[in-house]
């Protein structure tokens, strides 16, 4: 059994550009989340999606999209980059839609200059 | 809106002290409450949840709805209990809404 697993593991883009971050859900997983951790900060909430639908937003502009495919992978897509969206961007899969059995990825780190 | 607030950035403790990790909450109804944990080049992971009031690594954490607390407590820090640790909450069972986390504490035990 493989865990969640995410890419790039490093990302530096520039003010204004679009950046697609993917993540593998763990086998027999349906659901994704997906959070944004600041340095110094706690992970707060983007969305999840559930057999390829959204299920659930935080408080992320339009600009933060998502996908699921078929197979339950999932792809955080931020377009127009802010400074401020530089962070750790962490995915985590479930059997369904429960925190309480997720298991988290090892993040992706995005840099905005 | 929720909000979980750990009031420690940093707590240092020596080997074999008891440690106690604060963490209050505001929220109006009934959530769930959950302790994570993310050892060094580790994944954050769950520890405990307050609704399974089980004891993981020694730890324990209970709900106070009067005092809206869910404070993570251990009689006798081990040293790989180095670690940082989060606070966070569910509003609803299942959490579609997510999990609202507080900034963590970075937990230090020194021998």
């Known amino acids: 059994e493989t865990g969640v697993t995410q890419s790039p593991t490093h990302l530096i883009k520039t003010r204004g550009q679009q950046v697609t971050l993917r993540c593998s859900s763990q086998s027999g997983h349906n659901t994704v989340s997906w959070y944004q951790q600041a340095l110094g900060q706690g992970p707060q909430f983007i969305f999840q999606y559930y057999r390829e639908e959204e299920n659930g937003r935080g408080n992320f502009p339009p600009r933060f999209s998502g996908l699921q495919f078929p197979n339950y992978s999932s792809e955080l897509n931020v377009n127009a980059l802010e400074l401020d969206d530089s962070a750790l961007y962490l995915c985590?899969?479930?059997?369904?839609?429960?925190?309480?059995?997720?298991?988290f990825g090892p993040g992706t780190r995005l840099t905005v200059l | 809106a929720q909000r979980v607030t750990q009031p420690e950035k940093l707590l240092s403790v020596f080997k074999g002290a008891p440690v106690e990790l604060k963490c209050n909450y505001s929220y109006s109804g009934s959530p769930e409450l959950f302790w994570y944990v993310q050892y060094s080049r580790q994944r954050l992971q769950l520890l405990l949840r307050h609704i399974s009031r089980e004891s993981i690594k020694g730890f324990t954490a209970d709900l106070n709805k009067g005092e809206t607390s869910f404070h993570l407590k251990k009689p006798f820090a081990q040293e790989e209990d180095s670690a940082m640790y989060y606070c966070?909450?569910?509003?609803?069972?299942?959490?579609?809404?997510?999990?609202?986390f507080g900034k963590g504490t970075h937990l230090i035990i020194q021998p």
């Open positions: 966070a909450l569910s509003r609803i069972r299942g959490g579609a809404d997510g999990l609202t």
């Open positions: 985590a899969s479930s059997l369904a839609p429960r925190v309480d059995e997720q298991f």
